[in-house]
């Protein structure tokens, strides 16, 4: 005869934990929440009696935290060893390329730096030429006007537009650019970014007064200064006083 009870919800595809652990922790955490609601509704503690109990009822929440903890990893740990393996086995597929993408992208690196160099070159020529066309119509406009010839004036003045037009072009910055030969890659440019290095101490004073200045890098590194103060205090041998610096003492239970 064939079994007909209904099959449980989600059995095909099960929680990736035991639902019996869960459910047994679910409940503890329901009965140490009652608990705690009972001592909060007290409010304050009156006496060594109640804070002894009290805590004991908090070694007996932290046992619990540490019981999910525990079972947390006992369930994650197989997936994460799954997850561990197929990222082992991709990272040999992709581990090649990324190599040969550096190498290959260093050639074209090398090829785009010298194709940027006579573009800079290029520029910089338009520029002078721009300014001497400058000078030249300014120049050519001043003898028009000491002679009073205002056909010279005014195609002295073309020529003058025409060379601050030439100048304008010239001032635009040119990137050097590797099309696609067939159209399925993306088009790569040229791009400088920029690395800070502090060699010195007295580097560091000059930039450390710089990022005090800069209304946008102020709060981070006060923000940062406050962090590594902190760290410094807590330290077993650490300073009970720092320059400029405000501790501001806590009193908690541990």
């Not at 010298?114 to 573009?119: A, F, G, M």
């Not at 006007?145 to 060379?163: L, S």
């Not at 635009?172 to 010195?200: L, N």
Request: charged share 35%; hydrophobic share 40%; proline share 4%.
């Amino acid at each position: 005869m064939n079994d007909m009870t209904p099959a449980a919800a989600g059995h095909n595809n099960p929680p990736p934990y035991d639902p019996e652990t869960v459910a047994a922790l679910e409940q503890r955490v329901r009965d140490l929440a009652d608990a705690g609601g009972a001592w909060l509704d007290l409010g304050k503690i009156e006496d060594e009696e109640q804070a002894g109990k009290l805590n004991d009822f908090l070694a007996q929440a932290r046992q619990c935290a540490k019981q999910i903890e525990d079972a947390r990893k006992t369930a994650k740990q197989p997936h994460m060893d799954a997850a561990t393996a197929v990222d082992a086995k991709f990272k040999t597929l992709t581990g090649p390329l990324t190599t040969l993408g550096v190498k290959l992208k260093d050639m074209l690196g090398a090829f785009a730096a010298e194709k940027q160099r006579k573009l800079d070159e290029e520029r910089r020529r338009a520029q002078e030429e721009a300014r001497r066309a400058q000078e030249e119509a300014d120049r050519l406009r001043r003898e028009a006007e000491a002679r009073n010839d205002v056909i010279a004036q005014a195609e002295a003045e073309e020529r003058a537009k025409a060379a601050e037009k030439a100048a304008k072009a010239a001032e635009k910055p040119a990137r050097a650019q590797i099309a696609s030969a067939t159209g399925g890659g993306r088009t790569m440019a040229t791009r400088t970014t920029y690395r800070a290095e502090i060699k010195t101490d007295s580097d560091a004073r000059r930039a450390f007064g710089w990022l005090l200045a800069d209304p946008e890098s102020r709060p981070a590194l006060l923000a940062e200064m406050e962090r590594l103060c902190t760290a410094a205090r807590r330290r077993k041998d650490g300073p009970t006083e720092i320059n400029g610096v405000t501790f501001i003492e806590q009193t908690t239970v541990a």
